[in-house]
């Protein structure tokens, strides 16, 4: 039986040679309220477009594992309440009890490797939790990076995080951390940080390239791409390191822990940023969508003439 349901835009897409270009449901689901997430959806899905590939948003819906949402479905997820938030862990659980549940970076990752997709843009990915040396609480999402042969398009890994344990994590697993154009590695609300990338690439045909030989060498696991925001949208590492301090102490001292932190702190951050990383979010999520389609047009361009 087929695993996964193709939206009739990404089965057309498919079947003429048209980039298709992965994108998660949990910023939908769990990013932002109605109808706002609706309306950075179809923003995002309208850059990728305009790029000249196809959006194949993720998400189960009724147990349905869909590569590609219609409009409408995409408007009922929107609204949708008790959404379950995916990682590899449950996908199959929710499939099988017939549930809707929206999909994090790892399960974005298997569904789009599952439907043949190479590339998925985000927002940032998971990591590291601060203080994780007493939690263990470390994100799918490095572990999938090391085992699922996606390029995954991001800001860098979400500020909240430990980020230098994130990357060190990545390099013990062999996963390629790419920045593109710069030396800094992004720090997800801000276009640089005092780390610096252990890689650089300045164009979507060298990051089109690197993937396809990753593969034929028979590397397993996808590249992190860390794509800056644009300068003009970004809030400055000194400006919210202060927030993100604030926003972990108050999560800590609630007890709040696994899955429930992330939202958390996403949430107290933009109150206290007065809403500013909710429209720096959009902006860098537009960003990577439209960076992605640059590198899955790139990458059928060389399949196509090698």
Not at 34 to 62: C, H, M, S, W, Y
Not at 115 to 139: M, W
Request: a negative charge; one cysteine or more; proline letters at 5%.
């Amino acid at each position: 039986m087929s695993l996964v349901t193709l939206s009739p835009e990404i089965t057309k897409a498919m079947a003429n040679g048209v980039p298709v270009v992965a994108l998660e449901s949990t910023i939908i689901t769990h990013g932002m309220p109605f109808p706002q997430n609706l309306e950075v959806a179809r923003q995002v899905e309208a850059d990728i477009r305009a790029k000249g590939a196809a959006p194949a948003t993720i998400a189960v819906l009724n147990g349905t594992l869909h590569v590609g949402l219609t409009d409408a479905q995409l408007e009922t997820l929107a609204q949708s309440q008790n959404v379950a938030k995916l990682s590899r862990a449950d996908l199959a659980v929710c499939m099988a009890q017939g549930g809707t549940g929206a999909t994090t970076v790892a399960a974005t990752m298997i569904a789009a490797h599952q439907a043949g997709i190479e590339v998925f843009a985000t927002g940032g990915i998971g990591g590291v939790h601060k203080g994780a040396e007493d939690s263990f609480d470390i994100s799918a999402d490095l572990s999938e990076l090391a085992q699922t042969p996606v390029t995954v398009v991001a800001a860098g890994a979400k500020a909240i995080l430990d980020v230098p344990k994130t990357l060190e994590i990545l390099e013990t697993n062999g996963v390629p951390v790419i920045t593109y154009q710069q030396d800094s590695f992004p720090a997800f609300w801000s276009a640089t940080s005092a780390l610096k990338s252990p890689l650089r690439l300045d164009t979507a045909a060298q990051i089109a390239k690197s993937h396809i030989l990753r593969g034929a060498l028979g590397l397993p696991g996808g590249h992190l791409i860390a794509n800056p925001i644009p300068q003009a949208d970004e809030i400055t590492a000194d400006t919210l390191a202060p927030f993100i301090g604030q926003a972990t102490d108050e999560a800590n001292a609630q007890g709040i822990a696994g899955k429930d932190v992330t939202p958390f702190l996403l949430q107290r951050i933009f109150e206290l940023t007065g809403g500013r990383s909710l429209t720096a979010n959009i902006a860098l999520v537009r960003n990577n969508a439209r960076l992605a389609a640059d590198i899955a047009r790139e990458i059928g361009a060389l399949k196509s003439s090698g």
